[in-house]
């Protein structure tokens, strides 16, 4: 398939998403938001289940990439300024527009039900404890680490998910900061003695 195409179909699928939630978009909705027959998603995708785990998986590949720009662009490679790119990442517009974000909370919903959307999920939180935590591990011991990471990874989706589900959407920023500031909590008591 036409990368432009896919592009456009799973554009669609996240608009028809953010107007009538996922128990309401059809097939048929997508096509008509996409100027395309109802028979070619079936076609590509298998249908709805299979264009929501391709929308999905750009979704992800969009964190991805996020946060990867912003460790490339960093100008140390402390474990702070990492552990700050992998927040930022996860608040960057890509993951927090109004479709973007009702995609995400469509998925979740349905990632407990369907095993090929579970999966991606089980993927994306250990992409996130894993990242995490080895940068935890660069200066604490392992087990303050693990529950380091986990604390924090609870902390990004828990303000993601408040957010997502107020009235006004996410306010990424306010996250962030809530977010940093949690992060300097963690590391207060590990911050490397510097030389005099």
């Not at 140390?76 to 990492?82: E, L």
Request: charged share 20%; aromatic share 6%; net charge positive.
């Amino acid at each position: 398939m036409e990368p432009i195409r896919r592009q456009q179909l799973i554009h669609a699928t996240m608009m028809s998403i953010d107007e009538v939630g996922l128990a309401d978009t059809t097939v048929i909705r997508i096509a008509r938001h996409a100027g395309v027959s109802a028979g070619i998603i079936s076609h590509y995708f298998g249908g709805k289940d299979g264009l929501l785990e391709a929308t999905m998986r750009q979704i992800l590949s969009d964190l991805g990439e996020a946060v990867a720009a912003r460790r490339r662009a960093l100008p140390d490679s402390s474990p702070h300024a990492h552990i700050g790119a992998i927040i930022d990442g996860n608040f960057d517009h890509s993951q927090v527009s109004g479709p973007v974000a009702k995609t995400w909370l469509a998925f979740w919903a349905s990632s407990m039900h369907k095993p090929q959307l579970q999966r991606l999920q089980q993927v994306n939180g250990r992409r996130l404890y894993s990242n995490l935590c080895s940068q935890f591990r660069r200066f604490m011991p392992r087990e303050q680490a693990r529950n380091a990471a986990r604390g924090l990874a609870a902390m990004i989706d828990g303000l993601w998910l408040r957010g997502a589900l107020t009235a006004e959407g996410l306010d990424a920023e306010h996250a962030r900061c809530l977010a940093h500031t949690h992060l300097k909590q963690l590391l207060a008591d590990h911050e490397p003695a510097t030389a005099s």
